[in-house]
């Protein structure tokens, strides 16, 4: 028996089906089951708006066509960055793996393309014509101070030379550890902070040599408030400027090396400080009207067509209406024709 796909909406040339509403319905189910109960009711998706979301991809990859963005090197280019964060030695090995989890990989890239292009569209079609004044910054700056408060923090990133057990130990203590293993992973972590102490870039040794979770971010462990460190190592990071280090220190795990990467101090912090910020701030205070204002344009200049009982929220007043003739009028309509044909006026 042949299944007929139920159209729900045409966007020009192109056509949402009740399968593609259900499956945004699916990812919207999921998405809401790990919301951030932080997040405001108003800025999560919407059941309602699964719709209009869906006309707007249509609408911004068919831009897309137009403006000639094909997004084909940047989807290559965004496949092979996700292959590496894998680990996987090819494309098949990437497409293998999407395939044991459930995932269609051709969809999967249809997706990413989409994303992509769309987000292209985007920037040189709305961003490439929003602004953010000097003058909005600052008073921004000016009436947001106690917002702006913040207490001492710096933000590390470490070099971990494990004296642990290979995996399957379970050793937890210093005094667990042997001392050959201290003493080599001791020789190992003198020599890296004497790389260091000539130059040596702290993120690319950290990548090479770290045991620590973050070492593919080159070891970045984030920030740190005063009160959430051991006493020792405390004493030692906030007496740190900015891209100055510890010498190897010992814990739990091993002996591990300490960068500042940004040591922030209590306060307001200086407007120099925050402007990249506040300017990201605004800027996406106006993309989010400015960007329904241009999608709203695109539905004016096109051919939209939505079935009874089923609601675009992001329709325009001023877009072009299908005119449906009623069945009785249609039948008038061939009556008068054939009589017509046949003489009788």
Do not use: C
């Not at 204002?293 to 009874?308: C, G, N, Q, V």
């Not at 001023?318 to 006026?345: C, H, L, Q, R």
């Amino acid at each position: 028996m042949t299944v007929v796909e139920e159209i729900i909406a045409r966007v020009n040339n192109s056509i949402i089906s009740r399968s593609d509403l259900k499956h945004s319905e699916e990812q919207l189910t999921a998405e809401q089951s790990k919301a951030d109960p932080n997040v405001p009711v108003e800025n999560q998706p919407q059941q309602k708006d699964l719709l209009r979301d869906l006309i707007d991809t249509h609408l911004l990859s068919q831009k897309a066509e137009e403006l000639g963005i094909s997004g084909e090197t940047d989807v290559v280019k965004r496949l092979d960055e996700l292959r590496k964060q894998m680990h996987a030695e090819s494309m098949e090995d990437l497409e293998k793996a999407a395939q044991s989890q459930g995932v269609s990989f051709e969809e999967f890239k249809q997706n990413l393309k989409n994303q992509i292009v769309t987000q292209h569209v985007i920037q040189q079609e709305v961003g490439g014509h929003i602004t953010v004044t000097q003058q909005e910054i600052q008073q921004f700056y000016d009436q947001h101070k106690a917002e702006l408060q913040r207490p001492e923090q710096v933000r590390l990133s470490e070099i971990l030379i494990s004296t642990q057990p290979a995996a399957g130990g379970q050793s937890a203590t210093p005094e667990a550890s042997s001392d050959e293993a201290v003493a080599q992973a001791k020789a190992k972590a003198d020599a890296i902070y004497a790389q260091l102490g000539k130059g040596a870039k702290f993120d690319e040794l950290a990548q090479k040599n770290s045991a620590g979770p973050t070492a593919a971010q080159g070891g970045d462990l984030e920030y740190f408030k005063r009160g959430t460190l051991s006493k020792q190592l405390e004493d030692q990071v906030f007496a740190l400027k900015a891209g100055q280090f510890t010498e190897p220190v010992r814990t739990n795990q091993g002996w591990v090396i300490l960068k500042v990467t940004e040591h922030q101090s209590e306060g307001v912090p200086p407007l120099k400080e925050v402007e990249p910020q506040i300017q990201e701030h605004l800027y996406m205070g106006k993309m989010q009207p400015a960007l329904r204002e241009y999608l709203t344009k695109l539905r004016e200049s096109a051919f939209i067509d939505i079935k009874p009982g089923y609601t675009d929220t992001g329709a325009s007043p001023n877009e072009t209406k299908p005119i449906y003739t009623t069945a009785s009028a249609a039948d008038d309509a061939k009556k008068t024709k054939k009589k017509k044909k046949f003489g009788v006026f």
